[in-house]
């Protein structure tokens, strides 16, 4: 990442100093060194977000709300398999999908379908 790369994220109102911000992009080449696939971007972003927030908020505070953040993406997670495992079960059973076609929809693993189907 070049410096001007920064700066555009971070926009106008960033609140850091000439030293943070060159910190800042030291931090953000080994971002982009852990994360090399052009598929981690999401993983870069986050990894970024977390080194400037660190700079500007109580570490506790933040660790806190990715915490509860990782938390809650866990249940909602739980929830969505099982609802997923539910339709599934329902429409293989009465013939209106096919273990495959379900699969590839719901983003699953045809094995998966198949465990929940009892054929695993």
């Known amino acids: 990442m070049q410096r001007y790369e920064l700066e555009a994220w971070l926009g106008d109102d960033h609140g850091l100093t000439e030293e943070q911000i060159g910190e800042l992009l030291s ?6 060194e852990r994360y090399p ?16 927030r660190l700079m500007r908020e ?26 997923l495992r539910q339709i599934g079960i329902t429409r293989i059973a ?20 198949r465990r929940w189907l009892g054929k695993r």
Do not use: C
């Open 37 to 52: 696939d052009s598929d981690d971007q999401v993983e870069r972003d986050a990894a970024l977000a977390a080194a400037y």
């Open 58 to 83: 109580a570490p506790e505070d933040l660790v806190e709300e990715l915490a509860r953040e990782r938390a809650d993406a866990r249940v909602a997670e739980r929830k969505a398999l099982a609802g």
């Open 94 to 113: 009465h013939g209106d999908d096919t273990e495959a076609g379900f699969a590839r929809r719901a983003g699953l693993d045809r094995m998966a379908v």
């Open 27 to 32: 931090m953000a080449g080994e971002i982009d």
